[in-house]
């Protein structure tokens, strides 16, 4: 029978198992915001602003499906980064579902606002990634960091071998 979870924290791994996020992969770019980076005076920010605007600590310039200000983060005790909408038009997609409410980012959650795609990473600046085959690990990673060679390169494996080995997985899962 596996563990009970528990509510409490132990350093930054959550009560669900899942490890909070340190910062935001921007998904197809070689672009990662580390929240730890955005400080004033020496101290940490308490809260990013995410959207089009100029004001805004990270700016989505190219989408205008994004609003002026359309996320805001929260740090919380423990390092937590919760992340909820700032009444923008298109609202946020956490992995796929609309986020009514704010919500911690634990590492591998894809946040969607507009058009454009971010993942959580943790504090190395990558996704971890459950224990599975070489194919489903060149996968995952082609998908998180949308690109072979950037999946190569977050994951210390040459290009061919992570395009070989993901495209080999996903024809097998397809036509067994």
């Given amino acids: 029978m596996p563990p009970r979870k528990t509510r409490k924290t132990v350093g930054s791994e959550s009560a669900l198992g899942g490890y909070y996020a340190a910062g935001l992969h ?6 990662t915001y580390m929240f730890s980076d955005f400080r004033a005076e020496g ?3 308490p809260i990013i602003a995410i959207g089009r ?3 805004c600590h990270i700016q989505i310039k190219k ?13 919380h005790r423990c390092d937590k980064l919760v992340i909820h909408d700032s009444g923008s038009t298109n609202g946020i997609l956490i992995d796929g579902k ?3 409410e704010p919500t911690t980012l634990l590492t ?20 971890p990634i459950q224990v599975c085959s070489i194919g489903e690990l060149c996968h995952r990673a082609f998908i998180a960091y949308g690109g072979y060679s950037e999946a190569a390169r977050h994951i210390g494996m040459k290009r061919e071998f992570v ?7 996903v024809h097998k899962r397809l036509f067994g």
């Fill in 26 to 31: 921007l998904i197809g770019t070689s672009k």
């Fill in 43 to 45: 101290r940490p920010i």
């Fill in 53 to 55: 605007g100029r004001q």
């Fill in 63 to 75: 989408d205008n499906s994004v609003s002026i200000v359309h996320a805001l983060l929260k740090r």
């Fill in 98 to 100: 609309t986020a009514l």
């Fill in 108 to 127: 591998g959650m894809r946040v969607r606002m507009g058009h454009t795609k971010f993942i959580g990473v943790n504090a190395r600046g990558m996704v």
């Fill in 163 to 169: 395009r070989t080995h993901a495209q080999a997985w």
